[in-house]
């Protein structure tokens, strides 16, 4: 049920949810979820977080990911995927869209939307999907310092440091942003398109005791990896950040080729959820129910009117 109902409001912040699902034993599996029906049907598979990606919210805006879109655009789509699931949600903050004092504006704009988490990266603008090449690099302790103020102006959010340093500066370029921004406040790292097992043990190793992010993006410089084999290169947790949006990309453009070539979609019918399973999804029944419960207000007789 969603928020409407009330049959789910949470009693805590996000962000201590969040933490509490990191203390938990095992590797925390988060798919990208870019609207709020995706996240109805990522929290019926039983997925208990979610991530909001910056490349899958501009693509469905029909937009790159170059750091285009704003902080309110953004906070658009984490109220309707957090109300939709309940589920803690990371997010994907880009380069922070901005500097220190844009950096706490959007903390604090991503927390009242409904965000549990975010990570800012250390590219400059216009910044890259981190799997691309030729990113530029912000000068290090400016992005610890957007990472201070991060931490100083959340009250429950969590701040995860990401760092596209493995493509340009190596590893040890990498571990020493990282072990930077966990010195500025950062409650986690991020390290971004590491490209082989080798390179995911050998930071982790590296960074002992910190909670790691790893990204399962497709079509990138990243082979395939379970969330298993992730959790024993010594992660904790996992993002599959545009893959919902790819499916579905994928079957849209299927379906519109099928109507320009049939006429109809008559031969589509059998591949698409059912009037039914729709209704179940968005919850339907629980709204009308609810709004069937509703009673007019009576004011009491003898009252002052005004």
Not at 140 to 157: G, I, N, P, Q, S
Not at 176 to 203: C, H, Q, S, V, W
Request: glycine share 8%; aromatic share 6%.
């Amino acid at each position: 049920m969603t928020y409407l109902v009330g049959a789910e409001l949470a009693d805590q912040p996000a962000g201590v949810r969040f933490r509490a699902l990191l203390q938990q034993p095992g590797i925390l599996q988060m798919p990208g979820t870019h609207n709020g029906m995706a996240a109805l049907q990522a929290k019926a598979a039983g997925f208990a977080a979610l991530y909001l990606s910056g490349a899958a919210m501009t693509a469905s805006m029909g937009l790159p990911d170059l750091g285009i879109i704003t902080v309110d655009e953004v906070a658009f789509f984490i109220r309707q995927v957090a109300r939709a699931s309940g589920l803690p949600l990371l997010v994907d903050g880009d380069t922070g869209y901005g500097e220190a004092l844009n950096v706490m504006h959007m903390v604090r704009t991503f927390e009242d939307a409904g965000a549990a988490a975010v990570h800012i990266e250390d590219q400059l603008l216009p910044k890259k999907c981190g799997h691309l090449n030729d990113k530029k690099l912000a000068d290090a302790h400016d992005m610890a310092a957007k990472v201070a103020a991060a931490a100083r102006a959340r009250r429950h959010l969590v701040i995860v440091a990401r760092t596209d340093a493995a493509a340009s500066e190596g590893l040890d370029g990498a571990v020493a942003r990282a072990k930077l921004y966990m010195e500025a406040g950062a409650d986690a790292i991020f390290p971004e398109a590491l490209n082989t097992a080798e390179m995911f043990r050998a930071f982790a190793e590296r960074m002992p005791g910190v909670p790691l992010l790893a990204n399962m993006t497709e079509f990138g410089t990243t082979p395939f990896y379970t969330a298993a084999e992730f959790e024993a290169m010594g992660y904790r947790m996992v993002i599959w950040p545009v893959s919902a949006l790819r499916v579905a990309s994928k079957a849209q453009e299927q379906l519109f080729a099928a109507i320009a070539r049939d006429g109809g979609t008559h031969r589509m019918v059998e591949r698409m959820q059912t009037r039914a399973e729709l209704y179940a999804t968005i919850g339907l029944h629980d709204y009308e129910a609810l709004d069937a419960s509703i009673v007019q207000t009576i004011i009491p007789e003898g009252m002052p009117q005004r």
